[in-house]
T-cell receptor, first 112, second 118 residues
Framework: GNSVTQMEGPVTLSEEAFLTINCTYT??????LFWYVQYPGEGLQLLLK?????DKGSNKGFEATYRKETTSFHLEKGSVQVSDSAVYFCALSDRVDSRLTFGEGTQLTVNP | GAVVSQHPSRVICKSGTSVKIECRSLDFQATTMFWYRQFPKKSLMLMATSNEGSKATYEQGVEKDKFLINHASLTLSTLTVTSAHPEDSSFYIC??????????????FGPGTRLTVL
């Protein structure tokens, strides 16, 4: 079956630090890959996505590249802000039935 | 962009009562919606896939008679927690797939409903 493994948290950084959250996946076929962000007390918001190998998703300074050879989709940001503090979820979508499989989530805290 | 709403955002009920949560796609049609449950500091667990005009598909271990799902229109799915007990307290999140989107099967998430059973 499909699975997503995320870097364990929590992650605490100072403002303007570089961020990497690792994500690897196991899937049959060619899934779409997503990063979602959840702010405290809220639902999930799509941060970025990639639908095929070598695609790079980007949004709000965050980037992730779909690496088929390493089955990875690591999230990066060059300079984090306090407002980036949230839980980040890596996910994949099976193209056949649209079901999303989530990683465990990584809590990010950015201190001023 | 595609917007999904949930109502209520918070609900507190007594043990043994039933609670209905609504999930609406506001500006798109959604033949397929999904219901998730999230425990504190945990990931989302898919409970069921809701299909307009047909029975929901439940994930293994989810009680169909406990969590009733109705998807009567292309913009509304409801989850009813029947005879709720304290262990049903959780954050319930729905999502919807836009019928108009194509290959990436993107889901749009509602803001969630916090259920507390006393």
């Amino acid at each position: 079956g499909n699975s997503v493994t995320q870097m364990e948290g929590p992650v605490t950084l100072s403002e303007e630090a570089f961020l990497t959250i690792n994500c690897t996946y196991t899937a049959t076929g060619y899934p779409s890959l997503f990063w979602y962000v959840q702010y405290p007390g809220e639902g999930l918001q799509l941060l970025l996505k990639a639908t095929k190998a070598d695609d790079k998703g980007s949004n709000k300074g965050f980037e992730a590249t779909y690496r088929k050879e390493t089955t990875s989709f690591h999230l990066e940001k060059g300079s984090v802000q306090v407002s980036d503090s949230a839980v980040y979820f890596c996910a994949l979508s099976d193209r056949v039935d649209s079901r999303l499989t989530f990683g465990e989530g990584t809590q990010l805290t950015v201190n001023p | 962009g595609a917007v999904v709403s949930q109502h209520p955002s918070r609900v507190i009920c007594k043990s043994g009562t039933s609670v209905k949560i609504e999930c609406r796609s506001l500006d798109f049609q959604a033949t397929t919606m999904f219901w998730y449950r999230q425990f504190p500091k945990k990931s989302l667990m898919l409970m069921a896939t809701s299909n307009e005009g047909s029975k929901a598909t439940y994930e293994q271990g989810v009680e169909k008679d406990k969590f009733l799902i109705n998807h009567a229109s292309l913009t509304l799915s409801t989850l009813t927690v029947t005879s709720a007990h304290p262990e049903d307290s959780s954050f319930y999140i729905c999502s919807a797939r836009d019928d108009g989107t194509s290959v990436y099967n993107e889901q749009f998430f509602g803001p969630g409903t916090r259920l507390t059973v006393l």
